[in-house]
């Protein structure tokens, strides 16, 4: 799928030991997967936590590969026909009522990896990769981190209710003081009288 440029970054499941890497790709392990093995729900194994390989001595061992595909191959579990082994996680995707899993010990394991082709140029790629290796995003080493920031444009605030910006109900008011005096439209007003006249 990487080489068909169907996928960008891919997760494997690798041996633990013995694994070579391909010339045209990059990988890093991540985890140890537990290995378990499947049997049927009455099997005496239900009467176990996990189990060492050489107490399954003498017992049928199916393959997956050799059945056309795991959930076959569980199918026949179920059935009692065999037992078979599996990592943790196929296990739970394929899980059933009637088949039950333990971790089993003396058994090889397998490793996960997240691998990617190494002419890759997607930004995108290498900030997961960075992530992968324990880079956070403050480090110069990310590609969002070399990134101009984005300037931000204050913006100001709203004008109050009431003001004259707003055209509110109180515009043209004086905001403190007294209240201006103001006359009727057209109404003469009334002279005030000298000192001394009309007076008896």
Do not use: C
């Not at 378990?36 to 729900?41: E, G, Q, S």
């Not at 050799?66 to 599996?86: P, R, W, Y």
């Amino acid at each position: 799928m990487l080489r068909r440029r169907e996928a960008d970054l891919v997760f494997l499941r690798i041996p633990e030991e013995g694994y070579e890497r391909p010339a045209d790709l990059h990988a890093i392990p991540l985890y140890r997967e537990q290995p378990v093995v499947a049997a049927p729900k009455d099997h005496p194994l239900s009467a176990f936590d996990e189990v060492e390989l050489a107490d399954l001595a003498g017992e049928s061992f199916l393959e997956a590969a050799e059945l056309g595909s795991t959930a076959m191959a569980l199918e026949i579990v179920a059935s009692g026909a065999g037992l078979m082994i599996l990592p943790m996680s196929v296990a739970r995707i394929h899980s059933r009522r009637d088949v039950l899993t333990r971790p089993v010990h003396g058994v090889d394991g397998s490793r996960i990896a997240v691998a990617w082709l190494q002419d890759t140029e997607d930004p995108d790629v290498d900030e997961f990769i960075g992530i992968v290796r324990g880079r956070t995003a403050n480090s110069s080493r990310q590609p969002s981190s070399q990134q101009e920031p984005v300037k931000k444009v204050r913006k100001s605030p709203p004008p109050a209710a009431g003001s004259k910006a707003s055209g509110g109900k109180g515009a043209g008011k004086p905001a403190r003081g007294k209240p201006v005096r103001q006359g009727r439209p057209g109404a003469a007003r009334t002279p005030r009288r000298k000192p001394g006249k009309g007076r008896g």
